[in-house]
Structures are given as C-alpha cells and as structure tokens.
C-alpha cells in the first residue's frame, strides 16, 4: 500500500470548514484513498473513499487531485465533536488489513 | 442497528490468567479483524479471518489465539497473558477481504498487571 503524509496537527474554528490534507504521491491505478477518524480512543470510523473522482457523503467530501497524488478531507461545517484524529489510508480496495499512520490531529475551536 | 460489538469492554488481569474477549457483528460479513493500538505505534493487525474456519496472523500474532467458528463471532484469546499485552484492542469487520468499507468495535482497554 502507498505511503500517506499528513500534517501532525491542524485546528479549525466552529462552524468553518476543515480541510485535511494528505499526500500519496506513490499511489497506483488500482489504489483507493480511505478517511477515518478516531475520536479519543474509540474504534476508528470510516468516512469516505474514493478512487478518482471526488466523493460527497453525509459526513465529508473528498477532493483526489487528478494526478490522484493528494487528496483532501472537507468537514464543511465543523463542530467540536469534530475533535479527532483523522487517518488517510491509501490502500487496494477493500477491506483488509488497513495500516493506519500517525494521522492529523484536528482540533476544533469554539 | 448494524454494529461490531466487544465485550469486555475494560479489563484489568494478572500475567498468565487466561482470558478471551468477544467480537460479534450483525452485518453478515464473511471478513474480521483484530487490532491492536499502543501509543506511538498506531494500529496493528493481529489476526484475520477471511471466512468460517479461516484465520491468518497479521503483523503482531505472537501471544494470541483466534477462532471463527460461526461468521458473527471472532473471539480473541491470551492464553497466557502478559504486561506486554497491555493494550487498547479493536475487532473490525468488512463485507469481504476485498469488497467493503471496514467497520470498528467500540474497544476492549486491557490490563495485564
């Protein structure tokens, strides 16, 4: 699976937009961009994926660059249950061993 | 509600007690997983299970058991335990090993004095 870089730590204010960036600029063809986020030592929560095109859920929306070598997590409105930490996993699809990095800290301020 | 549940959910033991903590998933899915998070080592995988009656160690096997006798439940077993088996554990689940987002348990805090 590629390698993913994410910045340690990131704050946002209330109510702004959060977004989360991660660089994988080994990813291949067939190789999935996943979001997680674990909040204070519960089990982590999947987010959203994508493979090329941009993705849109309920929780977040997830822009991969077209050379697919980064991608960003938007929280378009977040709140301070928000404060995780988030996880990008870039990985085959599917849903096998995911290797989890040290992730970003975000931190959302009132 | 579709969900991964572990039991216990805390647990304090002393080296060498036996113990097994339980994994269930109502989602029908054939994959599971156990994990394993210390500080600055992030998760890893212990054992997996692909389907009924098959499991594969993962990264850190050493000083664990698994079973999947029935596709709902993943049980993980420390025969005998240690204070190096100190740890916050997650059993996760997916459709399959290749299809389907991975969903994770609430986590089992353990103890090992």
């Known amino acids: 699976d590629a390698k993913t870089t994410q910045p340690t730590s990131m704050d946002c204010a209330e109510g702004r937009a959060a977004n989360l960036p991660c660089n994988h600029s080994t990813i291949s063809g067939n190789e999935y961009v996943y979001w997680y986020r674990q909040i204070h030592s519960q089990g982590p929560q999947y987010i959203i994926h994508g493979l090329k095109n941009n993705e849109t859920n309920e929780m977040a929306s997830l822009i991969i660059t077209e050379d697919r070598k980064s991608s960003t997590l938007i929280l378009p409105h977040a709140t301070l249950r928000d404060t995780a930490v988030y996880y990008c996993?870039?990985?085959?699809?599917?849903?096998?061993?995911?290797?989890f990095g040290a992730g970003t800290i975000l931190r959302v301020k009132s | 509600e579709a969900q991964v549940t572990q039991n216990p959910r805390y647990l304090i033991t002393v080296t060498g007690k036996k113990l097994t903590v339980t994994c269930s998933q109502n989602m029908n899915h054939e994959y599971m997983s156990w994990y394993r998070q210390d500080p600055g080592l992030g998760l890893r995988q212990i054992y997996y299970s692909m389907n009924v009656e098959v499991t594969d160690k993962g990264d850190v096997p050493e000083g664990y058991k698994v079973s999947r006798k029935e596709k709902r439940n993943f049980p993980l077993i420390l025969e005998s335990p240690s204070p190096n088996q100190t740890s916050l554990y997650f059993c996760?689940?997916?459709?399959?090993?290749?299809?389907?987002?991975?969903?994770f348990g609430p986590g089992t805090r353990l103890l090992v004095l």
């Open positions: 996993i870039v990985r085959v699809g599917g849903g096998n061993k995911l290797v």
């Open positions: 996760a689940s997916s459709l399959t090993a290749l299809r389907g987002t991975q969903y």
